[in-house]
């Protein structure tokens, strides 16, 4: 994070963007931006000067380079702005703007690839394989938040959130050899699915309208529908059973699953799930955390002890 | 209901058939077998006989018309029969078998057409029409429960509750104008339609395993997404109405809705299906219990007051 | 609603009234004043001077007429006023202070008369004419709101509700013909009339300590015995039935009903109310949001889809 | 309890009573009756030769005096009959024949008296006396049953719980003094006298119509304003907080109060209430089980330990 | 209360404390103080010239004493400081800072010994002995609080809601005498203790690390187990039943309790629990409101009658 | 299990024994016995010749060896006995009677000690090696039940359902490498130790009164309470996180822990005994289902699919 005091040279995200007149009546331009290591307000008090200056004027939504310095002001964080430069979304690191997850995309990906080649049911490989080479779709699955808050709520979120419940599952079945490690593997890359249609871009932020509708299970359900019948297997059994991990992931109708778990690997994987999210969190919060205290969070404050392995990892999962 | 000394002339589906002997070594034919008026237990005491002039012989699972005698034996209701002869299905009328609601069948239909023929809206009018053309859909439609017990859970019982409860839409939309009526009937129309597959044949009863994986309401939305497909539509802002309208007809994650409703016709179509339900039992009760009584089901007893027009009725709608 | 820069020539409640001094010492009048229009503060800089010109001066509780602007203070809507005067509550058009449903006092009369003369069952007959033709409960009847905030929580509310109910219990009786209509709708007119007693008159707002510790449904049987004694009914199944419609009309314990409903007209009665308020409430909501748009009440946000008709519509039921 | 092997020379309820013929045709006379000590079967296999010497023959709810043995038939417990005799109900002493409390009426009388002679309140002592003084309400509330199970279910059992709370009321008070003794008094005796309209006669056993429709804290209310309306106190305070002790007196909305403890003295009824009706049961079971042993209900077993007084003891309170 | 106007010569617990510059770079004091009977800001201003003359200066954590008067600033309670002098804990007197119970320590003290004179079974006597002759045990039973907030969050509390649920017991048991006054007294006495560990001293506040790992029932089960084995009593049933009073007291699972109450004084007891606690709150509120109002807390409101004896009274028990 | 037909010649428990006379008079014994692959019932016709030719009698509660044959008489299973014969309790193998884990004693033992080797934390070894040196409690450890009923109800059911946790929490701690495996294994030994004492001898069956009164968390609290003073290791952080994962591991209030969990290793240890009680009957009931069906229990039939290993495994876990 950066402090009162840092010199700023990054990339923000504005939030708001407003041209407003002093009580003199002089033009400045009210900015509030963010990017991963700061939230705040920023003030061109110069701006009549400047405006003619800028090839582009900065507008809510788009994206900013700032060069300047933090700092406090009537107990408010703010950047004394040097420069700013309007920088085309294209040229942005999504990276410097978002939260990201402790593992580089790169390896992410690697593992995903991996843990999929140790699918061995021809359908279920095949359905997996169909979301893996279906570009569009790929990209929206390496990008997206895994949720709006509560867990994964970060660029690449949903793609990390797989990765490490595809990680937790091979270990268990490991031990619990009598779950089948191929339902546990594809189900752990579309139980989430639909959630690139459900949640909107990071940018944007929140639900979609569809989302809000259908929910990330039901749209799940009809990706696995449509990639059933491309690769031909529409009517096997394996889709079903997918279709079944997908609707039954959150375990119970209060937490929102219209089926209750009916296949071991359905319990398997709502536990897994519950898990992940769990561990992202604690995890996340432990961090920020001195030894022999307690977290903030007010409804489950937790103690960091001192056997923690906490302060020596960067992420909650190998 | 026919009762001791009643004379029996009818069609009965065997349950279970097996051939025993008795105490003394002679074979005879030990059958369960119901129909809509009777549930008993036959004895072909004389099998050895008769066995070689039957050109079929019963097996659970068939048909039979038989003739004889209603009695009771040691507490237990039997035929005292004169004559027994295996029918083929073909030749039975489903109505002497299983229940059947309170209208005729061509009533049902003509009604489910009218008020199909009430909805305006193009994209809603070409599903619903999607659904009536599709003749092995539709055949489902007309023949099946709704349930498998609780309610409407007679031969032609799904059909029944669909234009009962496209009734009771037309009715309270006339006074709540502000509610969508293409919504409504559309809504009525698929809300249970995944039924056909959730719900074996009445014959076999119980749930099919597709079923019991994935619900009524994912196999609903899924036949949608069939018809938005095959009628040019997919994409549009009525499909995902309509199946928001399937995924939230519970009105409640716990009561198996995986999406709460978000659209008024959704509460609305909640409540119609709630009631049209609950009236159906409650007419059900109330027609067996004298005025002045309570109705004999334990978990809410009800009491039959003497302003009630049940005695006068012979259905719960009209 | 009154915007910043509409000139006001109206009628307020004075919520508020203060005679308070400037830091240089001078007498100012500050008040919080309110109609159906606007709610805000309006301060009398020139008290001292305006003062001895009132025949009467504005405290807690009274009404004014206000001329003058309405504009905006440091983020605060205030009236610049340019005359205000104190107006006897007997001359104020409570329509004018309050909000009121979308149908006007007379018409809501005419359907209620309408509605009690469609009852045949002379017990039932008699006990709401005797609510008719009580005068003070009668002024009651058709002035109070039906509920503190949630629904119908306007002057002449309870009225409404009441009308709306029993239109729809007719649209729904109809259909459902197994209903006793009588006692639908006597059910209606009784089911939230204790009310008038629990529930303080809009002006004062709140709750009375009477309805605090007996509830409206305790207030509401007791006024059904006085009525029966009245009109010679005591002890007649009538009463009993209508005392529990009132008792049953929250359908759970847990929603406040000592009894959950045990005839078919109760359940109906409960689900009917429920409706009725629901709808009055999405109504309202969905008056206020775009098309496209997500309503803003956080716990149960509707979508404004493009079938709903609510945009040609002035009230929630026809 | 009478055992196998006991003579009987007792009177009992006829519960149910037919005239039956054996296999050879032979009539008999085939009973079910019970007593305080004793529910079984009653043959009598000569009825034939009987029949004629009696002037009066059983009938299912007439109370005979059998003379005979106890005896074990095929497993059921049976009295082989010497004779049998039918008598007036007139004549019957309830104590023989229904379970009563463990202290005698007119000790439970007097307490009853003694208990309100303590009242000071004039409105409250007033609204008292008026039931002790209604003979035919006076009856009822000294042989009633407070419930149908649970605790409490014997002849003389409202009046037995009511006697017994007061005198917890008078305990706890001593102790919590800022608690009103008059209200908690009052609120004792009116609580639940509703219920000898709600229940039935111990005879008839079940709930009555009236009782199933309006519940007994409706009921009661009506007593008390039938109560203020004679005395001259309606409208007072009193009223209403004596009406808000029985209508809040189960403590919360899903435990059937329509009103929850608005009053300290409420909060403390329903303590004692819930506490009165536990210790009866308590006490009762603990008492058929050996020192060391676990009470055979199996919801709540309870453990009977070695401090435990209760085998010193005949009643569970003093 | 302290009110505005009001001289202050009183000590007070530093509760914050800061060295300031004002605008003009001028070193003062701001002090933020509380005691039983005012918390407020303080602000030296000639903190510069005073400085130097303090042998000691206020930190926060400290006490000091204060002389000066209590002013209002800019709607903030401040005191105008004449004097300031820091205090050493130990001439402190507590009950001038904290809260204190309506009844002096000497008499509770007085009482306790009292009613476990009272107890005669020898074991439970001597494990109750053990705890009052323990000096640093009975040092913190005498000072603690009950609890953080919600009941006898005050200095003496424990002792103070102990002795109540003592007499409580006594009162009760005087009436329902099938219960074991010994089980009740040592139970009363040890169902709290476990706070002396989990609940830190009442100038730190809040929860202790091992108290929220374990919780006050572990805590005093274990004190059980360390006295068993100090008075030679270990493996007695009294030792198991008294835990078992510990382990039960909060009644069921959900409100705490690992077990739910198996004896009947664990039922009692758990009663006189929740009694005392609910008339400690009860009592306080209903003391703040004047007669025919309405207490101020949200979920419970109180309505104070024109029977309570609240205004005559000092304390909730006698 | 044995088969109608089977020869036997077993051992067998007594559970129940009478010597009972024939309609004719003659001495007969009826003895109810089982063992793991049969419950029924023998009929020892000839006992009076039988009987004086036993040096011991069958009683209810010892064991006996039976040779005949499983024979069904009017639809009961019995053995046709030839001989039988008592046998002294130390030379039956428990195995025989009762149902055993699908891993070998000496198997489950040698991972126990693997499992344990790998705990680095000095406190936390001392423990768990406290608990294996203690010859009486770690012969308790290894033959006890887990439970009654639910879940590793067998022989030896304890140490199986501790040895497959302690494989679970390796495989899951390798990958969320943020957890402390050592708290994991050592909670995995010690989170339901306190059973030993809580649940009686498999022949006994059933719950003890102290583990009735007490539960199995406190009774596992005072345990590490006295290791912790044995090993001098009183007083340590370690001993409070390991009584907190005893009392914490049913992970919510109302599944029966008096504290949640506050650290990781408590959630995680909390997930990995449901998951292992889950998965021990998941197992065994999809063992006994045929491919494609679905499992026999009511609450939550389980679908085996055709991708399941269960056919190829013994058991649940590797």
């Given at each position: 994070?950066l402090?009162?005091?840092?010199?700023?040279n990054h990339?923000?995200l504005?939030v708001?963007?407003?041209?407003?007149?002093?009580?003199?009546?002089?033009l400045?331009?009210?900015?509030?931006v963010?990017?991963?290591l700061l939230?705040?307000?920023?003030?061109?008090?110069d701006?009549?000067s400047i405006?003619s200056?800028?090839?582009?004027?900065?507008?809510t939504?788009?994206f900013?380079?700032?060069?300047g310095t933090?700092?406090?002001?009537?107990?408010?964080?703010?950047i004394?702005?040097?420069?700013i430069?309007?920088?085309?979304e294209g040229?942005v690191d999504?990276?410097?703007i978002?939260?990201t997850?402790?593992?580089?995309l790169e390896?992410m990906?690697n593992?995903l690839?991996?843990?999929?080649?140790m699918i061995k049911?021809p359908v279920?490989?095949?359905l997996?394989q169909?979301?893996?080479t279906n570009?569009?779709l790929?990209?929206?699955?390496?990008?997206?938040?895994?949720a709006?808050r509560n867990?994964?709520?970060?660029?690449?979120?949903?793609?990390s959130?797989?990765v490490?419940?595809?990680?937790?599952?091979?270990?268990l079945?490991?031990?619990y050899?009598f779950?089948?490690?191929d339902?546990?593997?594809?189900g752990?890359l579309?139980h989430d699915?639909g959630?690139?249609?459900e949640?909107?871009?990071?940018?944007?932020?929140?639900y979609?309208?569809?989302?809000?509708?259908?929910?990330?299970?039901d749209?799940?359900?009809a990706l696995?529908?449509r990639f059933a019948?491309?690769?031909?297997?529409k009517?096997k059994e394996?889709?079903?059973l997918?279709k079944?991990?997908v609707?039954?992931h959150h375990g119970?109708?209060?937490w929102g699953s219209?089926?209750e778990?009916?296949?071991?690997?359905?319990?398997?994987?709502?536990?897994?799930?519950?898990m992940?999210?769990?561990?992202?969190?604690?995890?996340k919060q432990?961090k920020e955390t001195?030894?022999?205290?307690?977290t903030s969070?007010r409804s489950?404050?937790?103690f960091?002890h001192?056997l923690s392995?906490?302060?020596?990892?960067?992420?909650y999962?190998?």
């Amino acid at each position: 994070m950066l402090k009162v005091g840092d010199h700023v040279n990054h990339c923000f995200l504005v939030v708001d963007c407003q041209e407003l007149k002093t009580k003199y009546g002089k033009l400045y331009l009210s900015l509030n931006v963010k990017n991963r290591l700061l939230e705040c307000g920023v003030k061109i008090w110069d701006w009549e000067s400047i405006k003619s200056t800028l090839s582009k004027h900065p507008t809510t939504g788009c994206f900013v380079k700032i060069t300047g310095t933090v700092e406090s002001y009537q107990g408010m964080i703010q950047i004394k702005t040097e420069q700013i430069e309007v920088i085309e979304e294209g040229e942005v690191d999504p990276s410097e703007i978002y939260a990201t997850p402790g593992i580089a995309l790169e390896e992410m990906e690697n593992r995903l690839k991996q843990y999929l080649g140790m699918i061995k049911n021809p359908v279920l490989k095949d359905l997996c394989q169909a979301v893996i080479t279906n570009k569009e779709l790929y990209q929206l699955l390496i990008t997206r938040p895994a949720a709006i808050r509560n867990h994964h709520e970060t660029y690449h979120g949903l793609l990390s959130h797989i990765v490490s419940m595809m990680g937790a599952a091979v270990a268990l079945q490991a031990h619990y050899h009598f779950l089948s490690l191929d339902l546990l593997l594809a189900g752990a890359l579309f139980h989430d699915l639909g959630k690139v249609v459900e949640i909107n871009d990071i940018k944007e932020g929140g639900y979609s309208t569809k989302g809000r509708l259908l929910g990330h299970m039901d749209i799940g359900t009809a990706l696995i529908d449509r990639f059933a019948e491309k690769t031909g297997h529409k009517g096997k059994e394996e889709v079903d059973l997918l279709k079944h991990l997908v609707l039954s992931h959150h375990g119970k109708l209060e937490w929102g699953s219209p089926i209750e778990p009916r296949i071991p690997e359905a319990m398997a994987l709502h536990m897994i799930d519950y898990m992940d999210a769990q561990f992202y969190n604690i995890f996340k919060q432990l961090k920020e955390t001195p030894p022999g205290e307690w977290t903030s969070n007010r409804s489950q404050s937790l103690f960091k002890h001192s056997l923690s392995p906490v302060d020596q990892l960067d992420h909650y999962h190998k």
